[in-house]
């Protein structure tokens, strides 16, 4: 599936896949398996997801282009790191799977933590696979507490899948292709994907411009009722519909930033088609009268 994203360009660091001084611990019985983990400017967070998955035979870190040394810092702890520019976590993704070494491949993020359950169950499954992909749910956490009510509980992606398999291409809410056989996980995956209210700003203002070019990109064009009623329509939803109030105060903050996400996206999609249809050079209107000459025919002195 295409969507006429632009070309990425992939290299690996200094021609190849490289590690630095062997960080990450080597379990003497690791699990065939690789995980891929997309990333950008996570220098604060990778080497300890790293560390934390030295039951895995490989971890291969995709970079998007970070600027705080998030690359030097994977290679370092232990990682396999191939560097992207131009592409999408999809891309991101799909460059990882590519080049993983293992059959089995585990999606990960920075902000998601395998707890020793799922690992258990991880080994056992790819002792004798059933399936061609599992699906897992994500255990959230906001604000330092579990999310237990709202959208987020159940929250279920297919996560484990052989390397034949690939994203679709897309910017935001990225999702393996469709898959027939499809097994479940039942240990979570611990999520948390916001590091303070700052990072969570942030993360939305960035997806919802990228939400945005994939609604424009596929001809979609935002209408009055996109934001109006959407907004309050994901605010009630999630915080009503959902129970999202029982969370207290992370219930609230999340549905009406959810609400502002809404509104945010749609906020650009109107931005680009205004860009698409607006006059390429706009013409500076001239006065009609030059200062001395209103001076002049007002008797004040001229220079």
């Known amino acids: 599936m295409s969507l006429g994203l632009k070309k990425c360009t992939v290299k690996f660091m200094h021609g190849e896949f490289v590690t630095g001084p062997q960080q990450r611990p080597r379990n003497l019985?690791?699990?065939?398996?690789?995980?891929?983990?997309p990333t950008l400017n996570e220098a604060a967070r990778i080497h300890e997801s790293i560390i934390a998955l030295a039951w895995a035979?490989?971890?291969?870190?995709?970079?998007?282009?970070?600027s705080d040394?998030?690359?030097?810092?994977?290679?370092?702890?232990?990682?396999?790191?191939?560097?992207?520019t131009g592409?999408?976590?999809?891309?991101?993704?799909?460059?990882?799977?590519?080049?993983?070494?293992?059959?089995?491949?585990?999606?990960?993020?920075?902000?998601?933590?395998?707890?020793?359950?799922?690992?258990?169950?991880?080994?056992?499954?790819?002792?004798?696979?059933?399936?061609?992909?599992?699906?897992?749910?994500?255990?959230?956490?906001?604000?330092g507490g579990e999310l237990r009510h709202g959208i987020w509980v159940d929250d279920w992606h297919v996560r484990l899948f052989s390397r034949e398999r690939r994203f679709v291409e897309q910017r935001v809410h990225e999702e393996l292709e469709p898959v027939r056989d499809v097994g479940t996980l039942h240990a979570q995956l611990e999520h948390t994907s916001y590091r303070d209210l700052a990072?969570?700003?942030?993360?939305?203002?960035?997806?919802?411009?990228?939400?945005?070019?994939?609604?424009?990109?596929?001809?979609?064009r935002a209408s009055f009722l996109d934001v109006t009623v959407v907004p309050a329509w994901r605010f009630f939803r999630e915080y009503v519909l959902h129970s999202?109030?029982?969370?207290?105060?992370?219930g609230l903050v999340l549905a009406s930033l959810s609400a502002c996400a809404a509104l945010l996206k749609f906020a650009h999609l109107y931005a680009l088609e205004w860009q698409a249809t607006r006059p390429q050079s706009i013409p500076m209107v001239q006065p009609q009268h030059s200062l001395p000459a209103i001076r002049a025919r007002e008797g004040e002195p001229t220079e």
């Open 244 to 250: 999202g109030w029982r969370d207290g105060q992370r």
């Open 29 to 37: 019985s690791t699990i065939p398996l690789t995980v891929v983990m």
């Open 199 to 220: 990072h969570h700003l942030e993360k939305i203002t960035r997806y919802a411009k990228w939400g945005a070019q994939d609604l424009y990109d596929r001809g979609r």
């Open 57 to 66: 035979d490989e971890v291969i870190v995709v970079d998007g282009g970070s």
């Open 87 to 143: 592409a999408t976590i999809a891309g991101q993704r799909n460059a990882g799977i590519a080049a993983a070494r293992n059959h089995w491949v585990l999606a990960l993020d920075v902000d998601e933590h395998v707890p020793e359950a799922l690992r258990a169950e991880i080994e056992s499954v790819l002792a004798a696979p059933k399936h061609e992909a599992y699906r897992l749910s994500l255990r959230n956490f906001y604000m």
């Open 69 to 84: 040394g998030t690359p030097e810092r994977a290679r370092t702890s232990g990682a396999k790191v191939l560097q992207v």
